[in-house]
């Protein structure tokens, strides 16, 4: 593949502040979560994820390839480039990052379930919702800097190939 190729196929991925709704749990028509089983454990069931064609060029996103998608082709330049290198330790330390927060939003988004069906404590449920908020805000700022990260990227190759 050529520079230029690589580089095209870097432009194609997009950044989507999503908030992560797929950690959602999904509530049945009263309002209730709905429980799923497996062979011997029971959870509560989210909403679905979105379309694994979405997913495919959505960077940041923590459920697909796209992210290690996105380094494989920033390894495809085979430079010793300082800046695309750092760029490339940058983005995939904020990817990580974002795992990181979604795995915290689901298990919040759990707590909060079994806080209403269990716990009925209202102080617990507003601290819980508030945890939830700073999670979706770090995700938005997260996206923004993964944002700003690959229109550098692509800049300092536009650098490279002039």
Known sequence: MTFLQIKNKI???HIVKCDMY????KLDKTGQPIIKSSSNESY???VPLCEI???SKRLGCAHSSSNSNFIHLIDEF???DQEIIKFKKEISDLINQIYALDHK???LEKEIVVSFIVDKVKEKQTKINEELGDCI???RKLMDELKTLKANLI???DQLMA
């Open 105 to 107: 939003k689901g298990d």
């Open 137 to 139: 805000l770090l995700h």
């Open 53 to 55: 064609t979405e997913r």
């Open 11 to 13: 432009e194609q991925f």
């Open 78 to 80: 085979k430079t010793d």
């Open 44 to 46: 509560y069931e989210r």
């Open 22 to 25: 797929h950690e959602k749990v």
């Open 155 to 157: 800049l300092r190759l």
